[in-house]
């Protein structure tokens, strides 16, 4: 044999080799087999779990976004309410302070007119009985008190003709 080749060993050898394929074919490569198919399953399962978190990350970040966009609509619109409704009581009370002023403003004046009415006619009276005093001091026969105030109604009536008629006390 000219290549240097021991056959007995080659074939030894050979056959060792195969015996040795077969054991761990049959006992060592189905359990290494296994064990690479699940974590190859482990793996796949795990990236899946990762790409529904990221997945279920964006929807709610999506609906978290729509639920501040609503919110702030709904502030905008309660602050436009709030503004409007502001507005309306301003107008309110003004037109209710413009009423009561109004009303005030009447009323002093009504009371106004009817002190000056009443300061007038007083003063009227004052005069006629202080007319009527000097008068009948001044003659000396008396004239009943209501003989007295006609005449001096009249009097007042003929000289003071832009105040109204004066009325008989």
């Known amino acids: 044999m000219g290549l240097g080749l021991d056959l007995p060993?080659?074939?030894g050898q050979l056959v060792s080799f195969v015996i040795l394929?077969?054991?761990?074919?049959?006992?060592?490569?189905?359990?290494?087999?296994?064990?690479?198919?699940?974590?190859?399953?482990?793996?796949?399962?795990?990236?899946?779990?990762?790409?529904?978190?990221?997945r279920e990350s964006e929807r709610i970040r999506a609906?978290?976004?729509l639920e501040l966009q609503r919110a702030r609509q709904e502030a905008h619109s309660i602050v436009a309410e709030a503004g409007r409704t502001r507005d309306r009581f301003l107008?309110?009370?003004r037109t209710e302070a413009e009423r009561e002023s109004a009303t005030i403003v009447?009323?002093?004046?009504?009371?106004?007119?009817?002190?000056?009415?009443?300061?007038?006619?007083?003063?009227?009276r004052r005069f006629v009985d202080g007319a009527l005093s000097a008068a009948e001091s001044i003659i000396s026969r008396h004239l009943n008190l209501d003989d007295h105030r006609k005449l001096i109604v009249q009097a007042l009536d003929e000289h003071l003709p832009g105040e109204g008629k004066a009325e008989n006390p």
């Open 21 to 54: 394929v077969l054991v761990l074919r049959r006992f060592g490569y189905a359990p290494i087999r296994r064990i690479l198919d699940e974590r190859a399953a482990r793996i796949r399962a795990s990236i899946e779990e990762a790409e529904d978190s990221r």
């Open 9 to 11: 060993a080659f074939i």
């Open 106 to 124: 009447a009323e002093a004046r009504a009371r106004i007119e009817e002190e000056r009415r009443a300061m007038i006619e007083d003063l009227r």
């Open 91 to 93: 107008k309110e009370a």
């Open 63 to 65: 609906e978290a976004e």
